[in-house]
């Protein structure tokens, strides 16, 4: 296991278009985290599973958001009718409960055009 | 809410010198951690060092240290014998002790530039 992995690393899409990215965490990690970070600012916290279970959803998860980890392996994260200020860096971080260090992804940057 | 901090956005250092980053925060928490992670160009973020809030000793981590002033919320990253590698941006972070979920807070970061 190489540590947290996501896919793709660059998504392009025009306004309106919806994306899925994939996230697959470090395998003995119950627990997976969504963070979004723009250019210059540090990430900001979008949800959380612990298992399967989607247990906090942050104000900055708008409608359009969703987020699943069916199986409690692997989480999607899909934006319907993307706009531009979707554009950011969509990072995941995985960690296993009782223990404080999450481990980051590469993240997928996103660009609307 | 938790609030974090970072008043530099850009430092830096000469190689093998020393350099500090600062970090406030604000909470009415008691009980939490605090973290300096690093984010290197187009790499993955890191963990540097952890503090344990109830901890009055500062961390250290090889070349890492922490000044934790728990009072006056200020948690400050000291690099000794910085290297090129140090390049960076760093980010300050904030967690919750519970049992329920465990998000960080970020700060704003601070880009570290180590010059040879």
């Known amino acids: 296991d190489t540590g947290v992995s996501q896919d793709p690393r660059h998504k392009i899409t025009k306004r309106g278009q919806n994306v899925t990215f994939r996230c697959d965490p470090i395998?003995?990690?119950?627990?997976l985290y969504w963070y979004r970070q723009t250019l210059g600012q540090g990430p900001e916290f979008l949800t959380y599973?612990?298992?399967?279970?989607?247990?906090?959803k942050s104000r900055l998860l708008s409608d359009r958001f969703s987020a699943e980890r069916p199986k409690g392996s692997f989480s999607t994260l899909e934006i319907q009718r993307t706009e531009q200020g979707d554009s950011a860096m969509y990072l995941c971080a995985s960690s296993f409960q009782g223990y404080t260090e999450a481990f980051f992804g590469q993240g997928t940057r996103l660009t609307v055009v | 809410a938790q609030t974090v901090t970072q008043s530099q956005p850009e430092m830096s250092v000469q190689e093998a010198e020393t350099v500090t980053l600062s970090c406030t925060y604000d909470t009415s928490e008691n009980n939490y951690y605090l973290f300096w992670y690093k984010q290197p160009p187009s790499r993955q973020m890191i963990l540097v060092i952890r503090?344990?809030?109830?901890?009055?000793q500062n961390a250290t981590e090889n070349r890492f240290s922490v000044n934790f002033q728990k009072a006056a919320k200020s948690f400050s990253l000291k690099i000794s014998d910085s290297q090129l590698g140090d390049t960076a941006m760093y980010f300050c972070?904030?967690?919750?002790?519970?049992?329920?979920?465990?998000?960080?807070?970020f700060g704003e970061g601070t880009q570290l530039t180590v010059n040879p």
């Open positions: 395998s003995e990690h119950n627990r």
């Open positions: 599973f612990q298992n399967e279970a989607q247990l906090e």
């Open positions: 503090q344990e809030a109830y901890k009055q």
């Open positions: 972070a904030f967690m919750k002790r519970e049992t329920s979920g465990s998000r960080l807070t």
